[in-house]
């Protein structure tokens, strides 16, 4: 189709008369001329922006610091140690491994003792115990002796207050001294108003034996 256009095309200007040819090639030299003006016009604002870009680009040397600095920064990640968390993680379980040993320790102790308590100390209080029942029975048969003694020697003191009334053993006068010099109370006693008939005669008094209580064999 194009080849048909150029071949209309070519028809046409051999049919142009010399002046219309004329006037064909001033207008399309003109068409040049204002399309190389343009051209040219376009041309300067080219260069200001190649101009302006220029120092929008970075320099080489700001790449390569900058390439260094993220170099480094990625290669920190990949040389990354624990050393400190490490050395503080020992020292923690150190101080516990120390704290476990006093707790075992303690226990063991703990664990002596008590087998001493139950191996020794328990048959120990065991016996005390026993000895300590005998003291009580002991202690038990000394109050029986007392409360036995004390009525016999108050039986005593009734029949030698009989018989002093009755015999008047001490004379008046002599009463008379002791009483101003506040001897004991037993000389103060009155006098018994019954005086018992002639033929009455004095019974002794029935004196225990300490042998018959305190004996010389240990009790079992």
Excluded: W
């Excluded at 256009?5 to 064909?24: F, I, K, N, Q, W």
């Excluded at 707790?103 to 063991?108: I, K, S, T």
């Amino acid at each position: 189709k194009t080849g048909d256009m150029d071949h209309h095309r070519v028809d046409r200007v051999g049919l142009l008369s010399p002046l219309e040819e004329s006037s064909a090639e001033i207008s399309r030299d003109s068409g040049i001329v204002s399309q190389s003006a343009s051209s040219l016009s376009m041309s300067p604002s080219l260069d200001e922006a190649a101009e302006h870009g220029t120092p929008g680009r970075q320099n080489p040397e700001q790449d390569d610091e900058v390439l260094r600095h993220t170099a480094l920064s990625y290669a920190s990640y990949i040389r990354a140690t624990a050393g400190d968390e490490i050395l503080c993680l020992d020292k923690s379980l150190e101080e516990m491994l120390t704290r476990v040993d006093e707790f075992v320790g303690m226990l063991d102790m703990i664990r002596n003792d008590t087998s001493q308590i139950v191996n020794e100390n328990l048959p120990q209080i065991q016996q005390k115990s026993d000895e300590m029942r005998q003291i009580y029975r002991r202690i038990d048969k000394l109050e029986a002796f007392v409360k036995m003694v004390g009525a016999n020697v108050n039986a005593m003191e009734e029949q030698v207050t009989q018989a002093e009334g009755e015999l008047g053993t001490l004379p008046g006068a002599f009463k008379k001294i002791l009483r101003t010099m506040s001897v004991p109370g037993f000389l103060n006693k009155p006098t018994s108003p019954r005086r018992p008939a002639p033929h009455q005669r004095q019974e002794i008094p029935t004196v225990f034996k300490t042998d018959d209580y305190f004996t010389s064999k240990p009790e079992p």
